[in-house]
């Protein structure tokens, strides 16, 4: 199992900085998003603007959710790797 493990370090590294770099442009986007009810249809600009981002947002959020949920069941299977070797050498 250990000879796995740098193999699966570089793989959540992978899926981890993924995962960073989404939340990073799901950041950029929600920073001009506004909460704003448009009742009329004066402000069409800003109406459509708001709703482009909200479709971007939208759209990412399946790829974060997806590659949060990889970082993490990685994340628990290294920590569970390590501890397992660990638990053998305590008990040699």
């Given amino acids: 199992m250990m000879n796995a ?7 959540w590294t992978v ?10 442009y799901n950041a950029t986007l929600t920073r001009y998003e ?3 009810l ?22 990412m959020t399946p790829y974060i959710r997806a590659f949060g ?3 993490a069941l ?7 790797i390590v501890t397992w070797d660990a638990w053998l050498k305590i008990q040699q």
């Fill in 5 to 11: 493990l740098p193999a699966l370090i570089v793989t």
């Fill in 69 to 71: 949920s990889i970082s």
């Fill in 15 to 24: 899926f981890t900085g993924l995962f960073l770099a989404l939340l990073a």
């Fill in 74 to 80: 990685m994340t628990v299977v290294i920590i569970g």
């Fill in 34 to 36: 506004e909460n704003q």
């Fill in 38 to 59: 448009f009742l009329d249809d004066l402000n069409t600009v800003e109406k459509e603007q708001q709703s482009v981002i909200i479709r971007k947002i939208h759209r």
